[in-house]
């Protein structure tokens, strides 16, 4: 498994209408706090800006592959750091799901991979725009869930050091 934190820019999660700004970087701070004590491998992709990148500070810090199009699939440099993983699974979170979430969730599960949507770690436009295009992901093949629904499909006991770490993490879930 490796995590794609896409389009996760503060001038873009703003734009969220489906999720508030507050749900998107708990959520993702959650996600990356996992990925590092389970030592999940993750990218973070990004639209140019103005100014930069401009990636949301709840990010674990991770150089962000900066790419021209609506898709990260589009990006040769990050499409190649995905295959140098070779983990068979993608959980795909950003904004707005309408369109960096969704295109690269086709675009993986067309090229072989099984893809995973946390949709509290994504927004999108409007609530109908997004549940289309969960839907789509959904009969492409990809599985549409929360992050606790996903960190505790991976980790089911807290009382491991470790199981500790990410029970603590998911805490923070809780706004």
């Known amino acids: 498994m490796q995590i794609v934190f896409a389009d996760l820019q503060d001038s873009i999660v703003a734009l969220s209408s489906t999720n508030s700004p507050e749900t998107i970087k708990r959520s993702t701070g959650v996600l990356g706090q ?7 491998p993750f990218t ?24 021209g199009g ?13 295959a140098a993983h070779t983990r068979g699974t993608l959980v795909i979170c950003g904004v707005t799901s309408e369109i960096v979430v969704l295109h690269t ?14 949709v509290d770690a994504s927004g999108g436009m409007s609530e109908r725009t ?13 599985t549409v869930t929360s992050v606790a629904g996903l ?3 991976m980790v089911r006991d807290f009382t491991t050091p470790t199981g500790r770490d990410v029970i603590t993490a998911l805490h923070d879930l809780a706004g």
């Open 34 to 40: 996992v990925a590092q004590a389970l030592n999940i």
């Open 44 to 67: 973070v992709s990004v639209a140019p800006r103005p100014g930069g990148p401009g990636v949301i500070a709840e990010l674990p810090e991770a150089p962000a592959f900066v790419r």
């Open 70 to 82: 609506p898709c990260c699939w589009g990006d040769q440099q990050w499409r190649e750091a995905i």
């Open 105 to 118: 969730a086709l675009d993986a599960l067309a090229a072989g991979y099984d893809v995973i949507v946390p």
């Open 130 to 142: 997004e549940s289309a295009a969960l839907r789509q992901i959904e009969k492409a093949g990809g």
């Open 151 to 153: 960190v505790t499909d």
